[in-house]
């Protein structure tokens, strides 16, 4: 008699506490972080409440951006291009596309002919 390996379900195990998987959490954790400087500056200024809501928005914030995805709408051009990715990823590639100063490269395949060709001209 052989053994069989049985299906399960093993989308939740990748996760902590049910909703941060490892990447969610590091980006809630960076953008607590971000938040961390904001606390203090409220701290200094005894309004310790507003800088936790602050730390806990951008932290939200960050959770967001590790965890979903571009809706795939046809309203707008961005998510024509982009819907169905992660949003971390179109950030991270937008940046390298500035980082390269905004230059494209676009390759051609296809060369159109040209009416009058160099040199043929019949005078």
């Known amino acids: 008699m052989g053994t069989y390996n049985l299906p399960r379900d093993v989308k939740g195990e990748g996760r902590i506490l049910f909703v941060f998987s490892a990447k969610a959490l590091v ?5 607590g972080a971000c938040g961390l400087p904001l606390y203090l500056i409220f701290s200094i200024l005894s309004m310790n409440v507003v800088g936790l809501i602050c730390i806990a928005i951008l932290g939200l914030v960050g959770f ?17 291009k982009t819907g169905g990715e992660n949003i971390d990823d179109v950030i991270k590639r937008a940046i390298k596309f500035k ?9 051609e395949n296809e060369i159109e002919p ?4 160099e040199g043929t001209k019949d005078e």
């Open 64 to 80: 967001v951006i590790g965890t979903f995805k571009v809706p795939d709408t046809s309203n707008f051009k961005i998510t024509q």
């Open 114 to 117: 040209s009416d009058e060709k």
């Open 27 to 31: 980006y809630t954790a960076v953008g």
């Open 99 to 107: 980082m390269q100063k905004n230059r494209i490269y676009v390759y």
